[in-house]
Nanobody
Framework: QVQLVESGGGLVQAGASLRLSCAAS????????MGWFRQAPGKEREFVAA???????YYADIVQGRFTVSRDNAKNIVSLEMSNLKPEDTGLYYC?????????????????WGQGTQVVVSP
């Protein structure tokens, strides 16, 4: 089991940057695949980025080149650095953890979720 708490969201203007953090507790963090997802009002939760336990990162096409995911296994933290934010990046951002390295884009594969942190990007 991994317990997750996100932080770092806020209201910013288009073009700005934000850094989200996810603090994890539990022994399984270092061996878990960590994912970031987001959900806009009226829309389904969608994959944003994932990082495997060894540090290999994957991104949704719509954030590739603008977002960077990283993890510090010693501190049990996973971060999402977001730059050149756009209004369409607005949503509730969730951190999630899953065992194994496959199917990391699938919401259903993640076993543990944080409560989310809100990001609002104004035009």
């Amino acid at each position: 089991q991994v317990q997750l708490v996100e932080s770092g969201g806020g209201l910013v203007q288009a073009g700005a940057s934000l850094r989200l953090s996810c603090a994890a507790s539990g022994r399984a963090f270092s061996t878990s695949t960590m994912g970031w997802f987001r959900q806009a009002p009226g829309k389904e939760r969608e994959f944003v980025a994932a990082i495997l336990r060894g540090g290999t990162a994957y991104y949704a096409d719509i954030v590739q080149g603008r977002f960077t995911v990283s993890r510090d296994n010693a501190k049990n933290i996973v971060s999402l650095e977001m730059s050149n934010l756009k209004p369409e990046d607005t949503g509730l951002y969730y951190c999630a953890a899953k065992p194994g390295m496959f199917a990391f884009k699938s919401v259903d594969q993640y076993e543990n979720w944080g409560q989310g942190t809100q990001v609002v990007v104004s035009p």
